[in-house]
């Protein structure tokens, strides 16, 4: 019964989200309290897509990691790509064991990444949406997870996913104009310049900096810079 009370739990939880900011700060926390390092919700990729910055729903994985993952082509041929591609059953991770056949350039590039970043093992949850969309989350760090533990994240994943699948339809059908200037502000800020920093690089007032950022962050229906800059990143609207 106890067990069935927390499922419980977390369905209502999980309905309950409104922004993916509120799942972003679910997430870092259940991630936390795990002990782990990152989380990822993903779409799976398409024979189109090469780049995991493509496919990335939501997640807290560094943008510098991303973009190194990417300049490096890593998801080609990607073991873990390739499994869940083939197999919708969840499995642990390590880095190094996984990647056992692959190239030895980029065995030994991936395996040192993820080593730096503190995510050298995890594991992935291949989900699904209503419209039969193909996704995962994954959540690492430096351990493996038992049967229950796996039990319990597939079930927080397939509802998350469900969730964000949901909400991303939702905003699709609410397209967001911006000026120049506003992204440019929302671009820096996203790589962790400040109000003055952003102002001396656009040749700003910071007063004109705050004001266009504040417009981003109510288009974007937030009420913070770091919520504004998760949901641009998410939507795509800009990349660091």
Same mark, same amino acid.
């Given at each position: 019964?106890?067990?069935? /009370?927390?499922?419980? *739990?977390?369905?209502?939880?999980? $309905?309950?989200?409104?922004?993916?900011?509120?799942?972003?700060?679910?997430?870092?926390?259940?991630?936390?309290?795990?002990?782990?390092?990152?989380?990822?919700?993903?779409?799976?990729?398409?024979?189109?897509?090469?780049?995991?910055?493509?496919?990335?729903?939501?997640?807290?994985?560094?943008?510098?990691?991303?973009?190194?993952?990417?300049?490096? #082509? +890593?998801?080609?041929d990607s073991p873990v790509i390739r499994r869940m591609? *083939?197999?919708? @059953?969840?499995?642990?991770?390590?880095?190094? $064991?996984? #990647?056992?056949? *692959?190239?030895?350039?980029?065995?030994?590039?991936?395996?040192?990444?993820? %080593?730096?970043?503190?995510?050298?093992?995890? /594991?992935?949850?291949?989900?699904?949406?209503?419209?039969?969309?193909?996704? /995962?989350?994954?959540?690492?760090?430096?351990?493996?997870?038992?049967?229950?533990?796996?039990?319990?994240?597939?079930?927080? /994943?397939? +509802?998350?996913?469900?969730?964000? @699948?949901?909400?991303?339809?939702?905003?699709?059908?609410?397209?967001?104009?911006?000026?120049?200037?506003?992204?440019?502000?929302?671009? +820096?800020? $996203?790589?962790?310049? !400040?109000? %003055?920093?952003? $102002? !001396?690089?656009?040749?700003?007032?910071?007063?004109?900096?705050n004001n266009h950022i504040g417009s981003a962050i109510?288009?974007?229906?937030?009420?913070?810079?770091t919520q504004a800059v998760v949901s641009a990143l *998410?939507?795509?609207?800009?990349?660091?």
């Amino acid at each position: 019964m106890k067990l069935e /009370a927390e499922f419980n *739990r977390i369905e209502e939880v999980a $309905a309950g989200f409104n922004t993916h900011y509120e799942v972003f700060k679910y997430m870092k926390g259940l991630t936390q309290d795990l002990g782990m390092n990152a989380f990822l919700f993903m779409t799976l990729p398409t024979v189109d897509i090469l780049e995991i910055g493509a496919t990335k729903i939501i997640t807290n994985w560094p943008a510098e990691m991303v973009d190194f993952y990417d300049a490096h #082509n +890593l998801m080609i041929d990607s073991p873990v790509i390739r499994r869940m591609l *083939r197999s919708t @059953s969840p499995f642990n991770y390590d880095v190094e $064991a996984i #990647n056992t056949n *692959r190239g030895e350039g980029k065995k030994s590039t991936v395996i040192e990444l993820f %080593n730096r970043y503190g995510m050298e093992k995890g /594991a992935y949850f291949p989900v699904h949406d209503a419209a039969g969309g193909r996704g /995962a989350m994954s959540i690492s760090g430096s351990r493996n997870f038992s049967m229950i533990e796996m039990a319990k994240l597939l079930f927080i /994943a397939t +509802l998350i996913y469900d969730r964000l @699948s949901q909400l991303t339809l939702n905003e699709k059908h609410k397209p967001i104009e911006f000026t120049a200037s506003e992204l440019d502000c929302l671009r +820096l800020t $996203a790589g962790g310049r !400040k109000g %003055n920093e952003i $102002a !001396k690089l656009l040749d700003l007032s910071e007063n004109a900096v705050n004001n266009h950022i504040g417009s981003a962050i109510k288009k974007l229906g937030c009420t913070t810079r770091t919520q504004a800059v998760v949901s641009a990143l *998410r939507l795509n609207v800009i990349r660091v």
